[in-house]
């Protein structure tokens, strides 16, 4: 079982950027293929990004891809998310989990809520 703890936050204007971190428990965090999901207000929860266990393979959203960038460090137990030229639809509580393999998801942090002003 892996505990995540998300951080990184915050209000930004547009345009600016943002960095999230994902802290996991566990010695086996490292096996572990990892996402980030966001849900905004009256909307359902979207994926916007995962990368695999070794961090061979990177998957976006459409949404996100070419200002968002998903990474991990394993000797850290942390997934990152860098988040570059952000649009208000960016605004949303984003949340890290973790799974046995991409796609596939059991474990999830509290969030961590990301505004964006126009």
């Known amino acids: 079982q892996v505990q995540l703890v998300e951080s990184g936050g915050g209000l930004v204007q547009a345009g600016g950027s943002l960095r999230l971190s994902c802290a996991g428990s566990?010695?086996?965090?490292?096996?572990?293929?990892m996402g980030w999901f966001r849900q905004a207000p009256g909307k359902e929860r979207e994926f916007v990004a995962a990368i695999s266990w070794n961090g061979d393979r990177l998957d976006y959203a459409d949404s996100v891809k070419g200002r968002f960038t998903i990474s991990r460090d394993n000797a850290k137990n942390t997934v990152y998310l860098q988040m570059n030229s952000l649009k208000p639809e960016d605004t949303a509580v984003y949340s890290c989990?973790?799974?046995?393999?991409?796609?596939?998801?059991?474990?999830w942090g509290q969030g961590t809520q990301v505004t964006v002003s126009s």
């Open positions: 989990t973790a799974g046995g393999r991409l796609g596939v998801y059991n474990y």
């Open positions: 566990g010695r086996t965090f490292s096996s572990y293929a």
